[in-house]
């Protein structure tokens, strides 16, 4: 495991935002009668938000940092660095966050890069800007953070098209001298990538004519190359597994007891695999948010996500909270931060 410390940061604000479009489950039409019920009791998930066609996991961070700043009342030439976290970015090239930092008018001494990550993005970005920023050269940063996973599932799979949602979000990380410390761990298994894959589009296996056709797995089940695919049964012992041991590690390293974190951010996979791994750890349920129900999991944008729509209220003083996520690479990794009440915290809709 990666185990690092960072001092010298605090959190300050956070939007996240979602297309206004909204697919509700029980109403796909590849479910045989009672099977949506079934997928909704087990997983969690009543609905989604889906982006339409122009819209890009790019536009909803955009949209969130807009709000964002506007909220902070931010002087846009004094923001020193964005990180934009994805795996679904506007183009193969140019970087979505040179094009975001033209989009918000950012001064052109903007450090930019883009981090191509899955499920613990959220995680992994706040590490990498915060240590960008530690070392107080910088003062005010960005950390964008989207997917649009739908774009990239197939309409006709029913084991993952009704999971996966939509979203983007904006974080606002200034340099705090004597700020309390931030912790994270993180840990990869590469050997198990084959686990969540999209097998065509890239340098390994570009786009042919057999990538766009659909192949036909089973009933409710179809997909192309270009749609992303998912051993089920291994991740969901993988998670089980590994975000137990990720909890348990960050309170180590950290050298805080279970009992006093208030909050628990898991990565919003499903709820049957996130209770598992509640019940696993003995955590009080009123200590687990989820908003499953409504956005479902939106890849990398779970975590602030699930701050923005269930936390508003429980954020009004400084709260202890460890998030944990866990997903493609196969990657898992935790941190543990101090959140005080933030001047925004925030919902938005595209």
């Known amino acids: ?148 996973p739908s774009k990239f599932k197939s309409k006709n799979d029913k084991t993952a098209w009704p999971l996966f949602g939509d979203a983007g979000s904006a974080t606002a990380i200034e340099y705090s001298l004597g700020a309390d410390d931030l912790f994270f761990t993180f840990s990869t298994d590469g050997n198990s990538h084959q686990a969540i894959i999209i097998k065509d589009g890239g340098a390994r296996h570009p786009v042919t004519e057999a990538s766009l056709k659909e192949i036909y797995y089973g009933e409710g089940i179809a997909r192309r190359p270009l749609d992303s695919e998912m051993d089920g049964m291994a991740v969901f012992a993988f998670g089980l597994k590994r975000a137990p041991e990720s909890v348990l590690r960050i309170l180590e390293y950290s050298k805080v007891d279970k009992e006093d974190i208030d909050l628990f951010i898991f990565h919003q996979a499903n709820l049957f695999m996130n209770e598992k791994i509640r019940k696993k750890l003995s955590i009080p349920v009123e200590k687990v948010p989820y908003c499953l129900r409504d956005f479902g999991n939106t890849s990398c944008t779970t975590i602030p996500l699930l701050l923005a729509s269930k936390c508003p209220e429980l954020l009004t003083e400084k709260k202890k909270i460890i998030a944990t996520a866990f997903g493609v690479g196969l990657s898992w990794g935790s941190t543990l931060l101090n959140l005080d009440k933030m001047k925004s915290l925030e919902l938005i809709v595209y």
């Open 1 to 148: 495991m990666a185990d690092i410390k960072i001092s010298n940061i605090k959190l300050t604000g956070l939007v996240a935002c979602v297309p206004p479009a909204i697919e509700e489950n029980r109403f796909l039409a590849f479910f045989k009668e009672g099977e949506a019920e079934k997928v909704i009791a087990s997983t969690g998930i009543e609905r989604r938000h889906i982006a339409d066609g122009n819209t890009t996991s790019g536009d909803l961070c955009y949209k969130a940092a807009e709000k964002l700043i506007d909220n902070l009342g931010w002087n846009r030439e004094e923001i020193d660095c964005l990180v934009f976290v994805s795996q679904t970015p506007d183009y193969i090239l140019p970087s979505t966050s040179c094009i975001l930092q033209g989009r918000l008018g950012l001064s052109q001494n903007c450090y930019t890069i883009d981090i191509s990550y899955g499920c613990p993005g959220w995680i992994y970005g706040l590490s990498v800007i915060s240590s960008l920023m530690s070392s107080g050269c910088m003062k005010k940063g960005l950390l964008l953070v989207g997917d649009t």
